[in-house]
């Protein structure tokens, strides 16, 4: 590699970690003629363009990626195009690229978090609530937030009660969890109310 394209992959890198989206696309445009086997600009390139909108040319670079990037470094890539999909509103292309993801990394709890707010976005309250529960018993880090999303599906599936359990067990791990505090102060209102009528 040249020392004027390490200096643009550099650049490249630190505008992706400023968010610099205009000077990503640019750069790596240019980057990718001259260094086409470059997975990891090319995963860049396709994040800035789902972050544009320009979804066909970020599926073409998500492509590159896979063709060029050793199977080892698949998920990174898998979980950019779940996002990809995901904010354009294909939930069940989204689901597929997060069970790619997960056939590598498969206890990884923050992508069964976001797996199960795919399919609950496309309606699928059951298989949520079992993909949340896969994610409270890899007891990540992010164990919080797979019960307050629990919570929400038992909200979503009228189970108020089992809905205040979960935002107990999400604020039983993080005691400042603001958003588990007013979700668990909806659901005990909301079941005062029931028991009223």
Not at 35 to 40: A, E, F, H, N, W
Not at 119 to 128: E, I, M, P, S
Request: with cysteine; glycine share 4%.
């Amino acid at each position: 590699m040249s020392p004027e394209q390490k200096q643009k992959r550099q650049a490249i890198f630190d505008a992706r970690h400023q968010d610099q989206n205009a000077v990503v696309e640019l750069l790596s445009r240019s980057y990718v003629e001259d260094s086409p086997k470059d997975s990891l600009i090319w995963t860049y390139r396709g994040h800035v363009l789902t972050e544009l909108c320009r979804y066909e040319e970020a599926d073409v670079a998500f492509e590159q990626a896979l063709q060029n990037a050793p199977e080892t470094n698949h998920h990174f890539i898998w979980s950019e195009k779940a996002d990809s999909f995901f904010r354009r509103g294909n939930f069940l292309e989204a689901e597929r690229c997060w069970h790619r993801y997960l056939q590598s990394q498969p206890n990884d709890c923050w992508v069964l978090i976001l797996l199960a707010r795919t399919v609950w976005r496309r309606g699928d309250l059951a298989l949520a609530e079992q993909r949340l529960r896969e994610a409270i018993a890899t007891q990540g880090e992010e164990s919080d937030l797979a019960w307050f999303f629990l919570g929400g599906v038992f909200v979503a599936l009228g189970q108020l009660e089992e809905a205040a359990n979960c935002y107990r067990e999400a604020l039983a791990l993080s005691p400042d969890y603001e958003i588990a505090k007013a979700r668990l102060a909806d659901v005990e209102t909301a079941l005062q109310i029931k028991q009223r009528n």
